[in-house]
């Protein structure tokens, strides 16, 4: 069974840093997409960053491209993103999800299968 864990989210202020991680287990990420998405109140979900495994190919989201970093300890089979610069914007629950043999574009929600359960970020003013 595939479980996708996420942690690190938290509150912080405008400007500040956090990093999010995303244990996967039950399922090899190898040759695959893996994705940050994040969803905030009244809002679709919308892909963040992801990162191909086998290749290494990053995509951010316009909007935080420059400020978000995806990357990944193949060994722990762990996903991060490194946020830096937060705006209040960013605020949302944020998801790992990888593609479970879905397939769709990279940054849309179409594109994969298996989710986590979400790790809540909080920027304030």
């Known amino acids: 069974q595939v479980h996708l864990v996420e942690s690190g989210g938290g509150s912080v202020q405008a400007g500040g840093s956090l990093r999010l991680s995303c244990v996967v287990s039950?399922?090899?990420?190898?040759?695959?997409?893996i994705a940050w998405f994040r969803q905030a109140p009244g809002k679709a979900r919308e892909g963040v960053a992801t990162l191909q495994t086998g290749g290494g190919s990053r995509y951010y989201r316009g909007s935080v491209k420059g400020r978000f970093t995806i990357s990944r300890d193949s060994a722990e089979n762990t996903v991060y993103l490194q946020m830096d610069r937060l705006k209040l914007e960013d605020t949302a629950m944020y998801y790992c999800?990888?593609?479970?043999?879905?397939?769709?574009?990279?940054?849309?929600?179409?594109?994969?299968?298996?989710w986590g359960q979400g790790t809540q970020v909080t920027v304030s003013s």
């Open positions: 039950g399922y090899s990420v190898n040759n695959n997409y």
């Open positions: 999800a990888t593609q479970c043999d879905a397939f769709g574009p990279v940054l849309a929600v179409t594109g994969y299968r298996c």
